[in-house]
């Protein structure tokens, strides 16, 4: 397991990160995530810990906290050593019928911080990120808050989740021409199947050392393979929860050559996806969630895959995003400047 800094900071994370979304769901969305126990979030963090992953990631959302009180017992449970571990959590999605029970506002991210701290049974969380865009709060008021969570010495470091590059781009403008606390990270979708972020915000972040945790790698298992000869779904999550959307027309070639790829290398198709990702230099870690301990031990496999230039070239093909203006304009202008 290799580790990698996270954007342009001092902290160090594995590049594989355990989701505990599929802690403690019991109805609804949460649910159909997943309806994991103590004794299976026990197993799972100690499978982690053991194929040395240091970086855990939740949100105050995920099974209305439970995830939260879950993950921070396993640690207890694990008798984790509070410094070798990094612990990741959100906050922005709604936890109550309010208004102000959701959001970016100062006074909602101060009392859901001091809430996930309860919960996680933490002094402090290492990276803080706000979940979604709130368009009906000032950025700056969002960045003073987090601000001052990280002088009280409740966070450590401060990033986004699915926000759009120019938003992204924004944030750190203000942060930086006010001396506030640097974000160091945006949490967003890529897959090999969801591309979308290559077009502003992978180069975004590259220019900006911003780093980049990727969820759903493998687009809510369908990258697995058990999807792609089954309209209907499969017997997995996406058969009750079509998360994230997929275009199965292009899809479906990209699943057979993920599966040539894996029969090369002796892998499965999730694997190679998961291998993808790790090759591509805007990326600093990969979230992965499971709710068994094999399925998790055999995607961590994917650490020592080497792609080469052909496999990537391969992938890259079947893959490639339609070319969007700008893109075609600067191409054109590129093959006549060579």
Same mark, same amino acid.
């Given at each position: 397991?290799?580790?990698?800094?996270?954007?342009? %900071?001092?902290?160090?994370?594995?590049?594989?990160?355990?989701?505990?979304?599929?802690?403690?769901?019991?109805?609804?969305?949460?649910?159909? *995530?997943?309806?994991? =126990?103590?004794?299976?979030?026990?197993? !799972?963090?100690?499978? $982690?810990?053991?194929?040395?992953?240091?970086?855990?990631?939740?949100?105050?959302?995920?099974?209305?906290?439970?995830?939260?009180?879950?993950?921070?017992?396993?640690?207890?449970?694990?008798?984790?050593?509070?410094?070798?571990?990094?612990?990741?959590?959100?906050?922005?999605?709604?936890?109550?019928?309010?208004?102000?029970?959701?959001?970016?506002?100062?006074?909602?991210?101060?009392?859901?911080?001091?809430?996930?701290?309860?919960?996680?049974?933490?002094?402090?969380?290492? !990276?803080?990120?706000?979940?979604?865009?709130?368009?009906?709060?000032?950025?700056?008021?969002? !960045?003073? +808050?987090?601000?001052?969570?990280?002088?009280? =010495?409740?966070?450590? &470091?401060?990033?986004? %989740?699915?926000? +759009?590059?120019?938003?992204?781009?924004?944030?750190?403008? /203000?942060?930086?021409?006010?001396?506030? +606390?640097?974000?160091? &990270?945006?949490?967003?979708?890529? &897959?090999? *199947?969801?591309?979308?972020?290559?077009?502003?915000?992978?180069?975004?972040? !590259?220019?900006?050392?911003?780093?980049?945790?990727?969820?759903?790698?493998?687009? =809510? =298992?369908?990258?697995?393979?058990?999807? +792609?000869?089954?309209?209907?779904?499969?017997?997995?999550?996406?058969?009750?929860?079509?998360?994230?959307?997929?275009?199965?027309?292009?899809?479906?070639?990209?699943?057979? *050559?993920?599966?040539?790829?894996?029969?090369?290398?002796?892998?499965?198709?999730?694997?190679?996806?998961? $291998?993808?990702?790790?090759?591509?230099?805007?990326?600093?870690? *990969?979230?992965?969630?499971?709710?068994?301990?094999?399925?998790?031990?055999?995607?961590?496999?994917?650490? %020592? /895959?080497?792609?080469?230039?052909?496999?990537?070239?391969?992938?890259?093909?079947? %893959?490639?995003?339609?070319?969007?203006?700008?893109?075609?304009?600067?191409?054109?202008? $590129?093959?006549?400047?060579?």
């Amino acid at each position: 397991m290799r580790m990698r800094t996270l954007g342009n %900071s001092g902290l160090f994370v594995s590049e594989l990160c355990f989701g505990a979304m599929t802690f403690g769901g019991r109805d609804g969305i949460w649910g159909q *995530v997943g309806q994991l =126990g103590q004794a299976e979030a026990d197993a !799972l963090v100690g499978a $982690a810990l053991e194929a040395g992953i240091n970086f855990f990631d939740t949100a105050n959302v995920y099974a209305e906290g439970r995830s939260e009180r879950m993950l921070g017992q396993a640690l207890r449970n694990l008798d984790v050593p509070r410094d070798e571990v990094v612990i990741a959590t959100k906050v922005g999605m709604a936890m109550g019928e309010g208004l102000n029970m959701r959001g970016a506002a100062r006074g909602h991210i101060l009392s859901q911080c001091r809430a996930s701290l309860a919960r996680l049974g933490l002094d402090h969380i290492d !990276l803080y990120q706000i979940h979604a865009f709130d368009p009906g709060t000032p950025i700056e008021e969002t !960045l003073d +808050a987090l601000d001052t969570l990280v002088r009280a =010495g409740d966070v450590r &470091s401060i990033g986004l %989740s699915n926000w +759009a590059a120019w938003q992204v781009m924004k944030a750190l403008g /203000i942060g930086r021409a006010r001396a506030l +606390a640097p974000i160091v &990270s945006l949490q967003a979708y890529y &897959s090999l *199947v969801g591309r979308d972020l290559e077009r502003d915000i992978a180069p975004m972040l !590259l220019s900006e050392q911003v780093g980049l945790l990727v969820w759903s790698p493998l687009a =809510g =298992g369908y990258l697995s393979g058990k999807y +792609a000869d089954d309209a209907g779904g499969g017997d997995g999550r996406l058969r009750t929860l079509d998360f994230p959307p997929i275009d199965r027309t292009r899809g479906g070639p990209l699943i057979e *050559v993920l599966r040539r790829i894996a029969t090369r290398h002796d892998a499965t198709p999730a694997q190679i996806a998961i $291998a993808w990702l790790l090759h591509q230099p805007v990326v600093t870690s *990969v979230l992965l969630g499971a709710k068994r301990v094999d399925q998790l031990t055999a995607n961590v496999q994917a650490t %020592s /895959i080497a792609l080469d230039d052909a496999d990537l070239s391969e992938l890259d093909r079947v %893959s490639a995003l339609p070319v969007e203006y700008p893109g075609w304009q600067n191409g054109l202008l $590129a093959e006549r400047q060579a």
